[in-house]
């Protein structure tokens, strides 16, 4: 539903001004969906309990979102905001769920 604003002026910089604000609307759009998809799938993963896929999926997240930062997609302290909820999430799962080290096959007494 991408709505086209149309300019008031007719001058050509402001026609241009127009499409450049549209088209980056739309990708940083693009981007916020992206983050928030990364997120959801981090949360379902943490239903899971699979310790690696978490591990690989938490790394995502935060690039994902230090990305978009560091592009001025979202604000800094959003991404910090954000980064810290799922990093509190992910260190409460394991807190809750730790790996037993008597269970390594490799470890034979």
């Given amino acids: 539903m991408a709505t086209k604003a ?3 002026k007719k001058k050509p910089s402001v026609i241009k001004r127009v499409k450049q604000s ?3 609307r739309l990708h940083n759009k693009a981007y916020k969906t ?3 998809t990364q997120i959801k799938k981090l949360e379902e993963i943490l239903n899971t309990k699979d310790r690696d896929k978490i ?3 938490f790394r995502e997240t935060v690039k994902i979102i230090s990305s978009a930062a560091s592009k001025g997609i979202i604000h800094r302290n959003t991404a910090s905001r954000k980064i810290s909820r799922i990093a509190k999430k ?3 799962f394991l807190a809750n769920n730790p790996t037993t080290e008597s269970s390594n ?3 034979v007494s």
């Fill in 6 to 8: 149309a300019p008031k």
């Fill in 22 to 24: 549209e088209k980056r």
């Fill in 34 to 36: 992206r983050i928030k």
């Fill in 55 to 57: 591990d690989i999926t």
């Fill in 90 to 92: 992910v260190n409460q």
């Fill in 105 to 107: 096959p490799s470890e």
